[in-house]
């Protein structure tokens, strides 16, 4: 079965540096979304592509977060300087024509 | 707006015993509704959703829901908890009308006793 691929699944990084995640979708998925989840919380979104482009990305803190999926596949997320607000889980999902997103094992990050 | 509330956060109940965990959604339009179980340090996985049709929905695990429009709601039920089902347990909405973005809600946290 295809699943969503994402590493690392843990990342520790002290503040101030630079950090990225990548995402590898389910095969033939145009759209991915990025969302992250604080402890405690749902997911919420972050950013949205179709293809390549970028379908939404109001909730994207643009002054340190960064997300790009240059082919229309796999994407990467980079937050640069990581603040200790940022640790959270950064989950990834794809999905198809049939409306349901898939999720990856997701990224834990913990910033300090 | 869109949004969902679980107004459950955390629900213990015994192992064998009926579960029932609440949703309520706002949504504009016709919505796309989901049911996700989180282990703990995992990704989600889907165990039911409702996109149109028969209002009460099979999904994995021996999960339901029922979708109630007139009350905007959209509960999970199992009829005997198992101890593997403890976990977080999110509803989510979505659509065509937001360019098929979900909305979460918190999340409810089942406890299972033996």
């Known amino acids: 079965e295809a699943e969503v691929a994402q590493s690392p699944r843990y990342k520790i990084t002290e503040k101030s540096q630079a950090v990225a995640f990548w995402c590898d979708p ?61 640790s959270a889980m950064y989950l990834c999902a794809s999905s198809s024509q049939d409306r349901e997103q898939y999720f990856g094992p997701g990224t834990r990050l913990t910033v300090t | 707006a869109q949004s969902v509330t679980q107004p459950d956060i955390h629900i213990t109940v015994s192992e064998g015993a009926s579960l029932e965990l609440r949703c309520n959604y706002s949504y504009g339009a016709t919505p796309y509704l989901f049911w ?35 009350q905007s709601s959209f509960n999970l039920r199992k009829p005997s908890v198992h101890w593997s089902d403890a976990a977080e347990y999110f509803c989510a909405v979505g659509g065509m009308d937001t360019g098929n973005q979900f909305y979460f809600g918190t999340g409810t946290s089942l406890t299972v006793i033996p």
């Not at chain 1, 803190?61 to 990581?82: C, H, M, N, W, Y």
């Open chain 1, 26 to 86: 389910i095969s033939g998925h145009a759209t991915l979304y990025w969302y992250r989840q604080i402890l405690g919380q749902g997911p919420e979104l972050l950013v949205q592509f179709q293809d390549e482009s970028v379908v939404d990305d109001s909730q994207l803190p643009k002054d340190r977060f960064s997300a790009e999926r240059l082919k229309g596949v796999d994407s990467t997320l980079k937050i640069q300087p990581a603040e200790l607000g940022d």
């Open chain 2, 36 to 70: 996700y179980v989180q282990s703990p340090g995992q990704g989600l996985q889907l165990l039911l959703k409702y996109f149109s049709g028969d209002t009460l929905v099979q999904g994995i695990k021996g999960f339901e829901a029922e979708f109630k429009r007139s």
